[in-house]
């Protein structure tokens, strides 16, 4: 699922900490298990322009995961 315009960075890997399976940053040439604090560490300074991530791709396996995901989209990326 694609996210565009993530303001709450801290929020959003608060979320994933708290996914049941694997998160993956999905970009053209790398995939990163998010689960891993090496890999937010990368990601962040990869992703972040002005505090705002503009669009990234974050792939889920559990259902569970892929709700509360798309609901901090819905809902809580302030």
Not at 7 to 12: A, E, G, I, P, T
Not at 24 to 31: E, Y
Not at 39 to 68: C, H, N, P, T
């Amino acid at each position: 699922m694609k996210f565009k315009n993530v303001k709450n960075l801290k929020k959003l890997f608060e979320i994933i900490d708290s996914c049941y399976g694997r998160v993956d940053l999905v970009s053209q040439d790398i995939v990163l298990n998010l689960k891993s604090n090496l890999a937010k560490y990368f990601a962040f300074s990869q992703l972040v322009s002005d505090g705002i991530v503009e669009e990234m791709e974050l792939r889920a396996y559990d259902s569970e995961d892929i709700a509360k995901l798309t609901k901090f989209m819905m809902e809580g990326n302030e």
